[in-house]
């Protein structure tokens, strides 16, 4: 399947403007979730898409963003998955998020919870101004500059876990939820590899 990048800017913290037009440049697609589009707007970037209930973008991005605007009214789902949903429809293969943690701690980790959900589906990442975070429920390789704090966080028990690419590498470990010693690793490659049979957990990952 080729690949189909796009970066959803959500209503939560505000990246930098650098920030975003960098990872802007990484998307075929930007995708501004309800208010995002105003922050979206301020870092000089006009979304394709704005989508979800639109309760929180001003009325001036409304007019000026009114052919772009797709509402999506129902309750039953947060804003984030209704654009994960339409990110599905529309072929994306790989979702940025930015603008999505901080702010309010219980929509943050609600919207972390979601991302794992869709983790089979889509190759997704929270993006921060110098980190990011993997929902993984499948092994992967993650690029990364040397030196940089990396930290595993099981939401599951998962299975059989080896890291490779860190000063604390794992073979073939079991790792609880709410373990600690998976913590504040540090990477000494530019490539860190992460295999599991079973379980889901997230990827903190400094110097992305």
């Known amino acids: 399947m080729p690949t189909y990048r796009a970066l959803l800017i959500g209503n939560g913290t505000t990246l930098s403007q650098t920030r975003l037009a960098e990872l802007a440049r990484q998307a075929h697609v930007l995708l501004a ?3 995002g589009a105003d922050h979206a707007l301020r870092a000089g970037l006009t979304p394709d898409v704005v989508i979800g209930d639109l309760d929180s973008v001003s009325p ?3 007019k000026l963003l009114a052919p772009r605007l797709v509402h999506v009214p129902t309750q039953e789902n947060t804003d984030l998955e209704k654009a994960l949903l339409w990110a599905r429809q529309n072929h994306v293969t790989h979702v940025t998020l930015a603008g999505f943690v901080g702010n309010r701690w219980d929509f943050s980790i609600g919207n972390l919870l979601t991302l794992s959900a869709y983790a089979r589906k ?3 990442r929270v993006a921060g101004e ?3 975070i993997y929902p993984l429920v499948k092994s992967a390789q993650l690029a990364c500059a040397k030196n940089k704090r990396l930290s595993l966080i099981p939401l599951q028990p998962c299975r059989h876990v080896t890291l490779t690419g860190c000063k604390y590498p794992l073979r073939d470990e ?5 373990t600690t010693r998976t913590l504040s690793n540090q ?8 295999t599991f049979t079973r379980g889901k957990l997230l990827v903190y990952l400094e110097g992305n």
């Open 33 to 35: 979730v309800d208010g």
């Open 60 to 62: 001036r991005t409304k």
């Open 122 to 124: 889509l190759d997704v």
């Open 130 to 132: 110098d980190w990011m």
């Open 174 to 178: 079991n790792l609880p939820p709410g």
């Open 187 to 194: 990477t000494t490659s530019t490539r860190v590899r992460l």
